[in-house]
């Protein structure tokens, strides 16, 4: 069975939580850096479905003189469960 991946929205609901853990300091080591590895893992996500929804806005805008004609763009395939972000510039 198929793991489902979070919507954008609370992918970034979830990070916006976890910044606010890390900086509230209350969190014991083993806790903060579990905390900043999910972080990191939301980061990458959300990074992975705005750039997805940035090549959809390309493909109807490059198509639009044509009749909006639009293809459907396979969604990112990598799972959250990856630690190691290949672009950590952010």
Do not use: N, R, W
Not at 4 to 21: H, V
Request: proline residues 4%; charged residues 25%.
């Amino acid at each position: 069975m198929a793991e489902e991946q979070p919507s954008f929205e609370k992918a970034y609901s979830d990070l916006e939580i976890i910044l606010q853990q890390l900086e509230d300091g209350k969190l014991s080591l083993e806790e903060s850096i579990a905390q900043y590895q999910q972080g990191m893992q939301l980061i990458l996500f959300c990074k992975q479905q705005l750039h997805h929804a940035e090549l959809k806005i390309q493909e109807v805008s490059a198509d639009f003189e044509g009749g909006m004609k639009t293809k459907p763009i396979e969604a990112p395939s990598q799972k959250l469960k990856s630690t190691k972000p290949t672009d950590t510039s952010y």
